[in-house]
């Protein structure tokens, strides 16, 4: 009768607009019989205690789903028969959940992966279909709700790994909806709704962790700010669940698991507890857990034991400690209650202390807590935290070691090292901490880790380092104690640094010391359990309205490093470079170097330039990790040398039977007009056609005729300057270019001459013919003209061919090739073996590659409007004149291509080796 009473009364205030008052904190849904009652009290709720505006729940879905009348009175057992409003066919809930995902179930061992939707048409998650096994990293997916779309088609996602080592901290998200199996797609059937998230939240309660109170089994990793990383589904009210779910990526299980991208998806659903569940609550905590021990140490365990009842309540409690094998351990109890188990009294929201000492046997020990064990004194909402169970994370025994027998090593390029040891087989000596359920930690892990010399005689300087107090925010404590002595290359006969390297014969032989470090310590690390307390209180205006309070309760958790002892032997390793690089073969020839070719290719070994080396050297820290690296000599210096080349192409630009071709012709065609004889007059008679180049004597005939060529050097010089060796190499090209005729000519001083301007003799009256030459050396011929011209065109590019003495520096693979350590020289053994590795010394000239190209034009003719007349009285015969391109001996010239065999001349072939038949003279035109 009351619970109708009480029923009736809350409706009236609903329907009157009177905002709702618990009537009675024992029974959250009393009064309620159907699912439309069950819902007005769930909107009426949000109104008065969140702001929301109108209402929320309905009797069907945002899209005409009916709510599962059942469920909405009072939930089932996985909900403790409280209201959850779900919607619609379990079994197209649970189809719908599996729709994109590679889990494919939709039922397991009897439960449906959903119960049906919520108000908003996502699945509902069924809290009794098993999801997962977590034996891997989770990478929880920061604000699940924000999603790619058509437009902004991927988007970077914020990462939080569980596990600190992994480093993998975001990930594209790509926009492929209907897809099976893409993340987007098993994301978006879940997400609907943008009403309840935390920026919605703090507008209309003025709290974005508003609901986190509430959240059950929240992981340890969202523990500050699980409203970034939860979706809340639909909320939760005073009588009835909310739920909500995130999603992570697997961590994968193979050795690159922490560095590497897993687009696995999967989700967790977590439930929202109604309000009521936070009242008229008795709750157990660990205060002092240890998490291991040594055998044979103390150990203690506290319980805090809380009531937020509003009166005094007793109950009843029990301790169950054992060891592994279950054999039951003799402990000394103390605090409120001195006995195993009995009775214990709270007063009005009290709290009591609990205490059990035992010492460590051989093995683990299970630490079992219960209290109201049958569940009616009192009655409570929420029975889940009555109990307690240090299993199975605490409390384990810690077994010494025996000692472990190690090697630490003095690397080749290492000049002194700070030894670091580490327990257990190279494994770190470690301390583990347990958290207990619902707790988190408050503060840092406290204690130390004590490290002596068991060998004083060996390590002189004995010093600890890499082994702080322990103040670290941390569940697992490693140490990995540091023993600095003077271990220096020098104490090995070896001093690269002050020039006495030791040419060890056997490299890979080192020297050894062996010595003995002892350990053993504590840690400690405080925690919080977090309690969430609600009463009903009158306000001011004499309504009932809910107050909850977030309690902190402390504790402390323990745990030991082992004893252990460390054996340890170092030695040296020595190698200091070797005298000598394999030879390295070079080109020393010229292609085409045939009077045939136009084009000739030159290869010879660049000069070598000597430089000094270094080598660099490092200390080691404890750490592995190498500081204070040092430039040390290298014992022997090394040569800069190349391969250098040069290219000597020649072109006609007009050979002399180009030249001459009009005027040739003209004269076959016997045409009578001066412009068409431009640089010679040939005979016109046609007896005289037979000869290839007739002419008559007295009339013009100018030398002609031009020729190219393009000389291109790469060598290898310290400098950017022009070298000298290229421009002694075009000096000689040029010299060895002639042009000779023994045509007569006759100068302005009426005397025969011949082309290059010497006065011939002469036979009663007749010239005597005489070979006369042109060069660059000597270009003037008849009547001092120039006839020979030479015009140069020279350029040139430098590039600088780095080297460096730093380690990181850009060094050009020709300096790689000529030093010890590298590919380049088929030196990387020394590197690969030995850690030795040259670099150039600093203060040193650069290398540059100089490539330089001079094209030359020999132009054969005279300044314009010039003209060369033939003397009247060259005797009748044939002459000769030539373009020619003579050989070179290279190796009179002080540089390096003076290893060449002669540089070919080139024939330049007829069409620069023309005859001339000279028939009659100019005055057997005039008298004719």
């Known amino acids: 009768m009351k619970r109708i009473a009480v029923y009736f009364f809350i409706m009236l205030l609903v329907l009157q607009g009177i905002p709702y008052q618990k009537a009675d904190a024992e029974e959250p849904t009393a009064g309620i019989d159907s699912a439309q009652e069950s819902i007005d009290l769930a909107n009426q709720y949000m109104k008065d205690h969140m702001n929301y505006e109108g209402d929320y729940y309905g009797i069907k879905s945002a899209t005409g789903r009916s709510i599962i009348d059942e469920l909405a009175v009072k939930g089932n057992a996985a909900f403790n028969n409280l209201p959850i409003f779900v919607y619609g066919s379990p079994m197209e809930g649970a189809q719908a959940a599996t729709k994109y995902g590679n889990d494919t179930r939709v039922e397991d061992d009897g439960q449906l992966r959903a119960l049906g939707f919520s108000y908003t048409d996502e699945p509902y998650a069924n809290p009794l279909f098993h999801i997962d096994d977590i034996t891997y990293v989770r990478r929880w997916i920061k604000d699940p709700w924000e999603l790619p779309s058509p437009v902004k088609r991927d988007i970077r996602k914020e990462l939080l790994p569980d596990n600190p080592k992994d480093k993998h901290t975001y990930q594209w998200l790509s926009y492929e909806p209907d897809k099976f199996a893409s993340a987007y797609s098993v994301m978006n059937q879940w997400i609907n709704s943008n009403k309840w998230l935390p920026n919605r939240v703090e507008k209309m309660t003025g709290d974005r962790k508003f609901f986190n109170r509430s959240i059950e089994g929240v992981p340890e990793v969202l523990a500050d700010n699980p409203e970034d990383y939860i979706y809340m589904i639909q909320p939760p009210t005073y009588h009835s669940w909310g739920v909500g779910i995130a999603f992570y990526y697997y961590g994968g299980n193979g050795p690159?698991?922490?560095?590497?991208?897993?687009?696995?998806?999967?989700?967790?659903?977590?439930?929202?507890?109604?309000?009521?569940?936070?009242?008229?609550?008795?709750?157990?905590?660990?205060?002092?857990?240890?998490?291991?021990?040594?055998?044979?140490?103390?150990?203690?365990?506290?319980?805090?034991?809380?009531?937020?009842?509003?009166?005094?309540?007793?109950?009843?409690?029990?301790?169950?400690?054992?060891?592994?094998?279950?054999?039951?351990?003799?402990?000394?109890?103390?605090?409120?209650?001195?006995?195993?188990?009995?009775?214990?009294?709270?007063?009005?929201?009290?709290?009591?202390?609990?205490?059990?000492?035992?010492?460590?046997?051989?093995?683990?020990?299970?630490?079992?807590?219960?209290?109201?064990?049958?569940?009616?004194?009192?009655?409570?909402?929420?029975?889940?935290?009555?109990?307690?169970?240090?299993?199975?994370?605490?409390?384990?025994?810690?077994?010494?070691?025996?000692?472990?027998?190690?090697?630490?090593?003095?690397?080749?390029?290492?000049?002194?090292?700070?030894?670091?040891?580490?327990?257990?087989?190279?494994?770190?000596?470690?301390?583990?901490?347990?958290?207990?359920?619902?707790?988190?930690?408050?503060?840092?892990?406290?204690?130390?880790?004590?490290?002596?010399?068991?060998?004083?005689?060996?390590?002189?300087?004995?010093?600890?380092?890499?082994?702080?107090?322990?103040?670290e925010a941390s569940a697992h404590i490693s140490r990995e104690p540091v023993v600095s002595t003077q271990i220096l290359r020098t104490d090995f006969g070896d001093n690269p640094v002050g020039g006495g390297w030791l040419n060890w014969t056997t490299p890979g032989t080192p020297k050894y010391r062996t010595g003995d470090i002892l350990a053993s310590g504590t840690v400690s690390r405080p925690f919080l359990t977090e309690r969430i307390d609600c009463d009903w209180v009158t306000n001011s205006e004499g309504e009932q309205e809910q107050d909850c309070d977030t309690t902190y309760l402390p504790g402390s958790s323990t745990g030991v490093f082992p004893d252990h002892t460390d054996r340890l032997t170092v030695g040296a390793y020595i190698y200091n470079g070797r005298q000598s690089l394999p030879a390295i073969s070079y080109l020393n020839k010229i292609d085409g170097n045939t009077t045939s070719s136009l084009q000739k290719i030159l290869y010879w070994k660049n000069e070598p330039y000597r430089y000094d080396v270094v080598r660099w050297m490092a200390h080691e820290d404890e750490n592995g990790g190498l500081y204070g690296w040092t430039p040390v000599p290298g014992q022997y210096d090394r040569s800069f040398t190349h391969q250098a080349n040069g290219e000597l192409k020649w072109t006609v630009g007009k050979s002399q039977e180009a030249a001459y071709k009009q005027s040739r012709e003209a004269a076959k065609k016997k045409q009578n007009v001066q412009s068409a004889y431009d640089i010679a007059v040939f005979a016109t008679d046609k007896e005289l056609q037979k000869y290839d180049y007739p002419i008559k004597s007295g009339y013009y005939f100018n030398p002609a005729g031009q020729y190219t060529f393009t000389i291109e050097t790469e060598m290898y010089k310290p400098s950017q300057a022009n070298t000298k060796d290229h421009a002694d190499l075009v000096d000689q090209i040029i010299d060895s270019f002639s042009y000779e005729s023994d045509l007569i000519y006759i100068n302005n001083n009426k005397e025969a001459v011949n082309v290059e301007g010497q006065k011939l003799s002469m036979n009663r009256n007749v010239p005597v013919a005489k070979k006369g030459v042109l060069t660059r050396d000597n270009p003037n011929g008849v009547n001092g003209w120039k006839l020979l011209d030479v015009d140069e065109n020279y350029t040139k590019r430098t590039e600088a061919l780095p080297h460096t003495q730093e380690r990181d520096g850009t060094m050009h693979a020709y300096w790689r090739a000529v030093l010890e350590g590298y590919n380049e020289s088929s030196t990387i053994g020394s590197y690969n073996n030995y850690e030795y590795r040259e670099f150039v010394k600093n203060g040193q000239k650069t290398m540059y590659k100089v490539t330089e190209k001079t094209t030359v034009t020999i132009t054969i003719a005279p300044e314009a409007d010039k003209k060369l007349y033939t003397h009247a009285h060259m005797p009748d015969g044939t002459y000769k004149m030539e373009a020619k391109i003579g050989g070179i001996a290279l190796t009179g010239l002080p540089h390096a291509y003076k290893t060449l065999p002669t540089l070919q001349g080139i024939d330049l072939g007829n069409s620069n080796r023309l005859t001339i038949t000279v028939r009659g003279s100019m005055y057997d035109d005039l008298n004719g």
């Open 256 to 471: 690159d698991n922490m560095e590497k991208p897993n687009y696995y998806l999967y989700y967790q659903y977590f439930r929202y507890k109604p309000f009521a569940m936070l009242e008229n609550d008795l709750s157990a905590h660990f205060e002092l857990l240890p998490s291991n021990a040594n055998a044979g140490d103390p150990v203690e365990v506290a319980i805090n034991l809380k009531s937020t009842f509003g009166k005094e309540v007793t109950t009843d409690y029990a301790w169950d400690i054992r060891t592994a094998s279950g054999d039951p351990i003799s402990a000394t109890y103390s605090g409120h209650a001195t006995k195993k188990s009995g009775d214990i009294t709270f007063k009005e929201k009290g709290e009591r202390l609990l205490r059990a000492r035992f010492v460590m046997p051989e093995s683990n020990v299970s630490i079992q807590f219960a209290m109201n064990k049958d569940k009616d004194s009192p009655q409570e909402r929420n029975y889940d935290n009555n109990s307690l169970s240090s299993s199975p994370t605490a409390v384990k025994v810690v077994v010494p070691t025996p000692p472990f027998r190690s090697n630490e090593e003095l690397g080749y390029n290492i000049l002194s090292k700070k030894l670091r040891f580490d327990l257990n087989g190279g494994s770190p000596l470690s301390a583990s901490l347990s958290l207990p359920a619902n707790s988190s930690w408050n503060g840092n892990a406290t204690g130390s880790l004590n490290v002596s010399n068991g060998q004083p005689d060996l390590f002189r300087q004995f010093a600890v380092s890499n082994n702080p107090p322990v103040d």
